[in-house]
């Protein structure tokens, strides 16, 4: 049985010596201290006194220490009692919004990736897009959590998102209807007689087993020739999920290393070999969505030459966060350390660059001329009975639908079927 690590929210594997250890906090003069604090303490009381509106005092030190932390950067947070349970849910795929992950670029609120299937999917909301304001109140000075609680809601709820799409100069109007994000993170499917797509849409609580048993279903009848492993567009999730992930195509080696303020402690996480070790060749899916736990896999198999990364450069997220409960049920998000993939390189701001860049397209109408993948080339595995061949043939035309509408997955599986040639080559 593979060790399961258990970790908080995704880029959260440090020790509590990471948050109060020695060499990673430094005293600071009493006389400082006390200093920056009387002169907090002087601001305090100048605006409860003179304030044009009466304001409370934990209302004001709520503000000052969400500030604080947006200050630092984009991903460090100060949640309040509701925004703290929702990121809980989220980690455990089970809430109701429109699906949508978010960042803050040039203190815009900016969209990493939508989630497959879901509202803002569904509406064309795509990476690198700008919300600009959410039923009619700005974003330009909200908090990442503040923005994304707006978004959530009850199941059925309308709201309106003025969105600029990128490499677009006008900003629209889109209405969207909440809707509960689905919880099932990975799918399977047979492209091909014996090579397979594994697709992963988030690094949830069960992400790890759940891939483990759909791909035991799936592969049970046949041996597998290749594996297109697709993370295009997933934002990332929980980091222990992701490490036992990458363990499943490694035997080992480094997965991923951290480093913390001062580059002195160091914590790395290897695989170890297993007897349900996955062993096809692989070809890993990538994207600008593809963020944070989904660049510890990418990078952990483009280090250890596991697998060969298509698509486009990834996000570009580094960081490591560690999430913190509070005693009266808030809870802070702290950015304090860096990840690195197992040649000791930091994808901070830098992303993953792929083997071979493939662009996407949208799919044409004469697409079906110039696909490479034809109906007699997938699977023809025959059953008994006319119902299961019917079932067959749809299983078919869904698959060439599927193929025919993403030009990054089909190049993905003439490469995998190529891969041990290509392997040879570049060795």
């Known amino acids: 049985m593979r060790k399961f690590i258990r970790m908080t929210l995704c880029f959260s594997a440090v020790t509590a010596a990471f948050l109060c250890g020695g060499t990673f906090m430094k005293a600071v003069s009493a006389d400082a201290d006390y200093d920056s604090l009387r002169r907090f303490s002087q601001v305090l009381d100048i605006v409860e006194q003179y304030y044009v509106e009466e304001v409370k005092q934990p209302e ?112 629209v109007a889109i209405k969207l209807k909440r809707d509960d994000i689905p919880y099932h993170t990975v799918k399977v499917k047979e492209l091909d007689n014996g090579y397979y797509w594994l697709r992963v849409t988030r690094f949830s609580e069960n992400t790890f087993e759940d891939l483990k048993k759909e791909y035991a279903k799936a592969t049970k009848k046949k041996a597998v020739k290749g594996l297109v492993f697709d993370m295009r567009n997933n934002p990332g999730g929980l980091v222990d999920s992701a490490i036992n992930i990458a363990d499943m195509f490694l035997e080992e080696g480094v997965i991923m290393s951290m480093k913390g303020r001062d580059g002195n402690d160091e914590l790395e996480y290897k695989a170890q070999k297993q007897a349900d070790d996955i062993k096809a060749p692989v070809v890993v899916l990538v994207n600008a969505g593809s963020a944070s736990a989904s660049e510890i896999v990418a990078g952990a198999l483009r280090d250890q030459k596991r697998a060969l990364i298509v698509g486009e450069r990834t996000f570009g997220k580094g960081s490591v966060q560690n999430v913190i409960p509070l005693p009266d049920g808030t809870g802070l998000k702290l950015t304090v350390a860096l990840y690195y993939t197992p040649s000791g390189k930091s994808i901070q701001a830098e992303g993953i660059v792929p083997d071979f860049e493939v662009l996407w397209e949208n799919p044409r109408e004469d697409a079906e001329d110039s696909f490479s993948v034809r109906e007699k080339d997938l699977t023809r595995h025959l059953e008994t009975g006319s119902k299961a061949k019917e079932e067959k043939a749809v299983q078919d035309m869904e698959t060439k639908e599927i193929l025919k509408k993403d030009n990054q997955l089909r190049v993905a599986l003439q490469l995998v079927k190529s891969l041990p040639v290509i392997q040879e080559i570049r060795q």
Do not use: C
Request: glycine share 10%.
């Open 60 to 171: 004001l030190i709520d503000g000052a220490l969400k500030g604080m932390l947006q200050g630092l950067d984009p991903h460090s947070v100060m949640m309040d009692k509701d925004e703290f349970k929702e990121m809980q849910e989220t980690n455990v795929g089970k809430f109701s919004g429109i699906g949508v992950e978010i960042t803050t670029a040039n203190g815009i609120v900016t969209v990493v990736t939508p989630i497959e299937d879901t509202p803002a999917y569904k509406a064309g909301i795509q990476a690198g897009d700008q919300i600009l304001s959410i039923d009619g109140k700005f974003t330009d000075q909200m908090s990442l959590s503040e923005a994304a609680s707006l978004m959530r809601g009850k199941k059925g709820t309308e709201l309106t998102l003025l969105v600029l799409h990128k490499n677009s100069s006008k900003p």
